[in-house]
């Protein structure tokens, strides 16, 4: 059976060949149109799918209110800003959902002017990074929102006020709290890549493990909602990525040094 990937290999392995300046510019204008057409395709393909997202996005607050008895309600407070909240989902959808065709034509324009070791690191990184955006956002979902989500109730409670909340207030409370868990768990990766250019060493990540946490939690309050619970779930699996990415540098640099010794001897 043949293997769907060996053509994309192909094209990747694909040896650069010498291009003109306006080469280059034709490329990457071609380039550039098949990233919006793709935006464009997906965000209007998202349309119907509004409804769905919209509810997928108020789920944990419906389930935290009918699990601890709270009452709540969401409002709008202009003619406009429902449709503008509908808007927003859309278009936020459709930047996500095409990310993966977008980055795939960008790969395109980059990679045949990389070397072997370069290209495999972009693409490894570009999987490894799609897999720590979903996880990260799979946590803030599952885990964090809920959670601040009943902090807020609490809060509410404790005044004795009933949570009249703005759909966009509400929206943009949990699109941010997503789009952030995704963003924090891309930071790891980066570390990787700076480690494997040799612009950091494992020994500098362990002398400034200290600092490294004091800016994990600094960076968890921007992203995150002002209770210590959910900043809490996002500084400790940060701090466990951190750890793990010393092992992973640690464990490279002494394959490297045995293949060195190896061929020197």
Known sequence: MKNPFHKLKNHFSTPDREQSFLEHLEDFRRMLIRCIVSLTLVTAACIPLAKPMLYWLQEPLLRVAKQQNYTFELITTSPVEGFMQIVKVIFAAGVLLSLPIMLYFIAQFILPGLMPREKKMLVYGGL??????????????????????S????????????????????????????????????????????????????EQLTTYRRHVIVGILILAMILTPPDVITQLQMTIPLYILYELCIVILRCTHRRDQQLNKGLEE
């Open 151 to 202: 902090i807020m109730f609490y809060f509410n409670d404790y005044l004795g006020t009933v949570a009249n909340w703005k759909m966009d207030a509400y929206l943009g409370f949990v699109m941010q709290l997503l789009i952030g868990f995704g963003l924090a768990f891309e930071l790891p990766l980066l570390l990787l890549f700076l480690g494997f250019l040799g612009i950091v060493s494992v």
């Open 128 to 149: 490894a990074g799609a897999l720590l955006f979903i996880g990260g956002v799979a946590l803030g979902y599952f885990i964090s929102l809920p959670v601040a989500i």
